[in-house]
Each structure stands twice: as C-alpha cells, then as structure tokens.
C-alpha cells in the first residue's frame, strides 16, 4: 500500500487562508503589521478562515443528506414531491395489449383473450378454461373495461371462442417484462450539531472570550474591551450560524405543504447573554415570511416542471401572491399529481351506481379550480358537479348507435365559472390536459339552464348504470336537445 503525500497547497484551508490574507493586504495596505502569525488580526483571521472551513465541510454532502427524516434516518424523497420512478412511470391501461393483460390477470378462468380497436371501439374475443362460466366471465369483464375505460372509447362486444389462433408478438418479448430498479446504496450525512458553536471560542484563553471566560481580577476597562471584542466576532457567529440554521430546515422550506421554516434568530448563538438586546431580540426575526412563501412557491414551480403541470391557482384577479392557502392547495395537488397523471385519460365509470364516478381529467381540472364541487353542491343542495364532460360515444340515437362522428366531447359549464376565471383561461385548462385526438366542444349555460340539464344528465347516467338500454335512448335524445 502506498499512502499519497497530501498537497497541502491544494488544501482548502490553505487556499482559503491565503487568499483572505491576500484580501486583508489589499484592503488595509501598510496601516497593519508585517502580517505574521504572532499579530492578533491574523490569528482572528485564521479563527474566521476555520469557521468557513467547518461550513464547507458540512455542505460538501450530497444534497439528499439534508433532507434527512429524524425518524427513519433516511432521505424522504416523497415527501419533497420527488416520486419514486415506479410510481412516476407506473404502468396504465392505453393500448389492446394492455387490455389483454389486464383481463387475464384480474380475471380467473380466461385461458386467452384478444383485444381489437376500430374507430373507438373495442371488441374482445375470450378463450376460457373447461370450468369457467362465460355468463360470469362476461360480466366481469364488462365491469372491468368501465372501470378502466378511457375518454371517446366504448366497448363493442365480447366473443368467446374454444381455441386460441392469437400469434405470439412480434418482438418476442414476454408481455410481463419489467425494468428493475437500481438504487444507491449510501448512508445518509451525519446531522449537524444541535448547537452552534461561536468562533470566539476557538481563541487561546489569552484573548478571554472563549467558552473558559475571562480571567478573573481584570480591570472594567479590559472587561469592555473583552466585549467589544465579542461583539464584533459575533458579526461572523450571525453569518455561520445563520446559514446552518437554513440548511438543517431546508427539508421544511421544500416540503410539501404550507409550513415554513422557523424564524432564523441569533438565538441559536451560544451563550449571547451580555451582548443582545433580548427584547428586541424577542420582537423581531430575521425571516421574512412573504419570501419564505414566494421561495416555497418558487419550488413548486420547478415541480411543476419535473411533472410537467401547472399547479398554480387560478385567482379571479390574476394578481394573487404566494401564502399559505395558496402553497397548501400546491402541495395537495403535488402530492397526487402522479396518480392524476398516470390514469389521466380515464372515462367516468358507467356502470357505477353511485354516480360519483367522474373522469380522471375533470378530477385534475377542478383541483386546479379549488375544488368548487363541495361548495356549490352544499349551496344547491342536490347533485351538483361544477362543469360537466358528455362524450358523445355514449349518446345513442334511437336504434342504439352513437353519432357517425362520435371522438369528441362536449363540456358544459357554468357561465360563473367563466365570469369568475375567464372563459379563455378555462379552455386553455382543458386543452392543455385532454386528449389530443379528440374534439371538444364547449357550452356555456346560465343557471337555470344547468339545472335543467343537470337532471337529465344524472337521469342518463343511471340509465347506463342500470343497463336499461330504452332508457338510455332517452336521455340521450334530451341530452342532444339541451346541447
């Protein structure tokens, strides 16, 4: 084993001692001493250069490591809106093939099946094991196609057969490949020190203002001086330790939701007693919470961009400033971002007797929105959704067909919604976030109008919840009417 002789040149002690000395020179010219190590300034100067050098060495981590959790000792990612890749690119129902295995892995009893798309329209043909009962399997798979059914698509039929012709893919790649994921191994930094230690107490005793105190017997002229002398070394405390104090919380500052960091205070200085004003001290902080909420805010925009959103609220003004009502609305919608990006194409559930199922899209939109549902629902008091998406696949005329053109939607909404956001911005929110091959048509309606169609929209959902095909007709025909 050879042990490398360390360049004490390229040190970063040495580098930063020179060069402040460097500093000092330039700045105070000949009216200093011969800056050698006996002169005070100079070992004050070292002091000051030691303290930085205690700094660098605390940020020269790894940024996670001060994102540290106390609790699990480990960095919480999730938390701070950085997702875990598996979740971020979590896998979700697009294409034939993943409609086939979604069928044969929720499904007992299908031995094969295959999936085929025409014009929005799928048709899946089934190959069942000897024991399985095709009136079951069948509705099984009606429900399971809804619940995972996306926007301007519908299910045509669904066919048994006895024997599998399906040809093994192309590629000839299993259809349950999976990437595996890697990740680092390393433990997190050592936490800082719970308290900060004053530079002035790196001096040698002579100086009578380290952690041992001063001598005992000096006069009261010495005794000033020794404060003076802290006083101006607590400029450099206030610096260090205040910086420490923004890292340790930066875990808070980037996290999801409204809290802020806590004031930033000399405080945390050690042993400060004879030299602040400790009610001014008391009065005031050296946070500004306006800022703190803008750089929160500031970070949520950098989110944003990761997950490619934009989560910030809509004001009926456009003039509204960052704080915490408007930081907690983010975060929330941060934090749930990826399941809104991951089934974001998702149709409302028709089979759902509840009524409550709605799209994946008008989920997102109306969070953007503030979530007005609950409000306006809770004034109305009835069903009452804010503005509401018809896909036209799912209106049929009277032979139980749906439009020739049927890849497009029609949003209905509200003319206070226009009112209070504007109309552009609102198409602008759907747009950004609806399919791209899909036509969308918008109606705006006063009030009582929407509670006409309101009626007949919820009477047409139950009709395709109860699978009453006449009804259905029905309230489709008045549905048209009313667009």
Same mark, same amino acid.
């Given at each position: 084993?050879?042990?490398?002789?360390?360049?004490?040149?390229?040190?970063? #002690?040495?580098?930063?001692?020179?060069?402040?000395?460097?500093?000092?020179?330039?700045?105070?010219?000949?009216?200093?001493?011969?800056?050698?190590?006996?002169?005070? !300034? &100079?070992?004050?100067?070292?002091?000051?250069?030691?303290?930085?050098?205690?700094?660098?060495?605390?940020?020269?981590?790894? +940024?996670?490591?001060?994102?540290?959790? %106390?609790?699990?000792?480990?960095?919480?990612?999730?938390?701070?809106? +950085? *997702?875990?890749?598996?979740?971020?690119?979590?896998?979700?129902?697009?294409?034939?093939?993943?409609?086939?295995?979604?069928?044969?892995?929720?499904?007992?009893?299908?031995?094969?099946?295959?999936?085929?798309?025409?014009?929005?329209?799928?048709?899946?043909?089934? &190959?069942?094991?000897? *024991?399985?009962?095709?009136?079951?399997?069948?509705?099984?798979?009606?429900?399971?196609?809804? =619940?995972?059914?996306?926007? !301007?698509?519908?299910?045509?039929?669904?066919?048994?057969?006895?024997?599998?012709?399906? =040809?093994?893919?192309?590629?000839?790649?299993?259809?349950?490949?999976?990437?595996? =994921?890697? +990740?680092?191994?390393?433990?997190?930094? %050592?936490?800082?020190?719970?308290?900060?230690?004053?530079?002035?107490?790196?001096?040698?005793?002579?100086?009578?203002?380290?952690?041992?105190?001063?001598?005992?017997?000096?006069?009261?002229?010495?005794?000033?001086?020794?404060?003076?002398?802290?006083?101006?070394?607590?400029?450099?405390?206030?610096?260090?330790?205040?910086?420490?104090?923004?890292?340790?919380?930066?875990?808070?500052?980037?996290?999801?939701?409204?809290?802020?960091?806590?004031?930033?205070?000399?405080?945390?200085?050690?042993?400060?007693?004879?030299?602040?004003?400790?009610?001014?001290?008391?009065?005031?902080?050296?946070?500004?919470?306006?800022?703190?909420?803008?750089?929160?805010?500031?970070?949520?925009?950098?989110?944003?961009?990761?997950?490619?959103?934009?989560?910030? %609220?809509?004001?009926?003004?456009?003039?509204?400033?960052?704080?915490?009502?408007?930081?907690?609305?983010?975060?929330?919608?941060?934090?749930?971002?990826?399941?809104?990006?991951?089934?974001?194409?998702?149709?409302?559930?028709?089979?759902?007797?509840? *009524?409550?199922?709605?799209?994946?899209?008008?989920?997102?939109?109306?969070?953007? *929105?503030?979530?007005?549902?609950?409000?306006?629902?809770?004034?109305?008091?009835?069903?009452?959704?804010?503005?509401?998406?018809?896909?036209?696949?799912?209106?049929?005329?009277?032979?139980?067909?749906?439009?020739?053109?049927?890849?497009?939607?029609?949003?209905?909404?509200?003319?206070?919604? !226009?009112?209070?956001?504007?109309?552009?911005?609102?198409?602008?929110?759907?747009?950004?976030?609806?399919?791209?091959?899909?036509?969308?048509? #918008?109606?705006?309606?006063?009030?009582? =109008?929407?509670?006409?169609?309101?009626?007949?929209? +919820?009477?047409?959902?139950?009709?395709?919840?109860?699978?009453?095909?006449?009804?259905?007709?029905?309230?489709?025909?008045?549905?048209?009417?009313?667009?």
């Amino acid at each position: 084993m050879v042990l490398r002789r360390r360049d004490r040149a390229a040190s970063t #002690y040495s580098r930063l001692n020179t060069e402040t000395l460097q500093l000092v020179q330039r700045l105070s010219g000949k009216r200093w001493t011969d800056y050698n190590a006996h002169d005070p !300034g &100079v070992t004050l100067m070292e002091v000051v250069c030691y303290g930085l050098l205690d700094l660098h060495y605390k940020f020269d981590f790894d +940024f996670s490591s001060y994102l540290v959790d %106390p609790s699990t000792r480990k960095p919480s990612l999730d938390q701070l809106g +950085f *997702l875990p890749a598996d979740q971020v690119f979590s896998p979700t129902v697009l294409t034939t093939g993943d409609y086939e295995m979604l069928l044969k892995s929720h499904i007992q009893g299908i031995r094969d099946c295959e999936v085929q798309l025409d014009n929005g329209y799928y048709s899946i043909r089934v &190959v069942l094991d000897d *024991l399985s009962s095709a009136k079951q399997v069948r509705t099984e798979i009606f429900r399971l196609y809804h =619940r995972h059914r996306n926007l !301007g698509e519908q299910l045509n039929k669904i066919r048994f057969d006895d024997v599998s012709d399906k =040809r093994a893919p192309a590629s000839g790649l299993p259809d349950d490949i999976q990437i595996a =994921r890697v +990740f680092r191994d390393r433990e997190p930094a %050592p936490p800082f020190t719970p308290e900060y230690r004053p530079i002035r107490y790196n001096l040698p005793d002579c100086y009578g203002v380290n952690d041992r105190g001063a001598p005992a017997g000096i006069s009261p002229q010495r005794h000033a001086q020794l404060m003076q002398l802290s006083a101006y070394l607590m400029l450099f405390d206030q610096m260090l330790s205040l910086t420490q104090q923004q890292v340790a919380q930066m875990g808070v500052l980037l996290g999801l939701s409204a809290d802020l960091p806590k004031p930033f205070s000399p405080r945390e200085i050690k042993d400060p007693e004879r030299l602040l004003d400790h009610a001014k001290m008391q009065s005031e902080t050296l946070l500004d919470h306006l800022v703190m909420h803008q750089t929160k805010a500031a970070y949520f925009d950098v989110l944003d961009v990761v997950y490619g959103e934009n989560t910030q %609220p809509l004001p009926a003004s456009h003039t509204i400033k960052p704080d915490a009502a408007a930081n907690t609305q983010r975060a929330n919608l941060l934090e749930h971002l990826v399941d809104f990006n991951r089934v974001r194409n998702k149709a409302m559930d028709i089979t759902d007797t509840t *009524l409550r199922s709605i799209p994946t899209v008008k989920q997102l939109i109306s969070a953007l *929105l503030g979530n007005l549902e609950h409000h306006e629902a809770a004034k109305k008091g009835r069903l009452h959704e804010t503005f509401y998406i018809v896909e036209d696949i799912l209106l049929l005329d009277a032979a139980g067909r749906p439009p020739k053109h049927h890849q497009q939607l029609t949003v209905v909404l509200d003319e206070q919604i !226009g009112l209070r956001f504007g109309k552009s911005v609102i198409t602008d929110l759907f747009t950004a976030r609806l399919p791209a091959h899909l036509l969308v048509h #918008y109606r705006w309606a006063a009030s009582p =109008r929407i509670a006409q169609f309101e009626s007949e929209y +919820f009477n047409w959902k139950k009709a395709w919840a109860a699978r009453n095909l006449s009804a259905v007709i029905a309230h489709s025909s008045k549905l048209r009417e009313l667009l």
